[in-house]
Nanobody, 128 residues
Framework: QVQLVETGGGLVQTGGSLRLSCAASGRTDSNSAMGWFRRAPGKEGKEREFVAAIHRSGLTKYYPDSVKGRFIISKDNAKNTVSLQMNSLKPEDTAVYYC??????????????????WGQGTQVTVSS
């Protein structure tokens, strides 16, 4: 089993920054990648939106156009954590952010189908 715990959410003004962290524990040795997803308010019935992903080596990262150039995903293998640095935040970034772990070879697709374990989520609110 794998446990993922996110921290670092909060309230920030437009243009501000936040850093999210995800601590992984348990059987994480066979993972392919880690990722971040989000679900905006009013979209509880919809699939979570892909935000960023990083290969276990740390060498390959993927972002959707909506956050490219503003968000940076990184990992610390020694601490078994993955972080998401969010800069130039916009009100449309308001969402619950989830950390996820993939054991799939298709982790780079940004699909929730390829991620097996999920954290409980942390709220990010960007005020205008």
């Amino acid at each position: 089993q794998v446990q993922l715990v996110e921290t670092g959410g909060g309230l920030v003004q437009t243009g501000g920054s936040l850093r999210l962290s995800c601590a992984a524990s348990g059987r994480t040795d066979s993972n392919s990648a880690m990722g971040w997803f989000r679900r905006a308010p009013g979209k509880e019935g919809k699939e979570r939106e892909f935000v960023a992903a990083i290969h276990r080596s740390g060498l390959t990262k993927y972002y959707p156009d909506s956050v490219k150039g503003r968000f940076i995903i990184s990992k610390d293998n020694a601490k078994n954590t993955v972080s998401l640095q969010m800069n130039s935040l916009k009100p449309e970034d308001t969402a619950v952010y989830y950390c996820a772990l993939s054991r799939s070879t298709r982790w780079y697709r940004g699909s929730t189908e390829d991620y097996e374990y999920w954290g409980q989520g942390t709220q990010v609110t960007v005020s205008s």
